[in-house]
């Protein structure tokens, strides 16, 4: 497949590479090795390993990243909102204090 998409955007294969790949495409036109080509693919996707890199664990893969950038919004959100709040407070306690001095003063 890959081989084939780089014959398509006129990539340059390396001459082994590109030779493999014809000699692959001339073996599978023949009927009989198709039918050895999608029995092969059969007993090959009931691999453990294989079944492990499959959508659905890719899929659940991708949930768990989802929920974690969510997660990780969120805090940054919390974050922001208490900073702001220790701002606002370092600013009213700054205000109390000039206030405080400044009726001391007069």
Do not use: C, T, W
């Not at 029995?39 to 294989?50: G, L, N, T, W």
């Amino acid at each position: 497949m890959i081989g084939y998409i780089l014959l398509m955007l006129n990539i340059n294969m390396h001459k082994y590479n590109e030779s493999r790949y014809r000699a692959r495409k001339k073996y599978y036109d023949k009927e009989e090795n198709k039918e050895k080509k999608r029995i092969y693919m059969r007993e090959y996707s009931q691999r453990p390993h294989v079944k492990a890199r499959s959508y659905y664990s890719f899929k659940k893969y991708k949930d768990k990243l989802v929920k974690d950038y969510l997660k990780e919004q969120e805090d940054k959100k919390e974050l922001e909102k208490r900073i702001g709040n220790e701002l606002l407070h370092m600013e009213n306690s700054m205000r109390f204090v000039e206030y405080e001095q400044n009726k001391i003063k007069n």
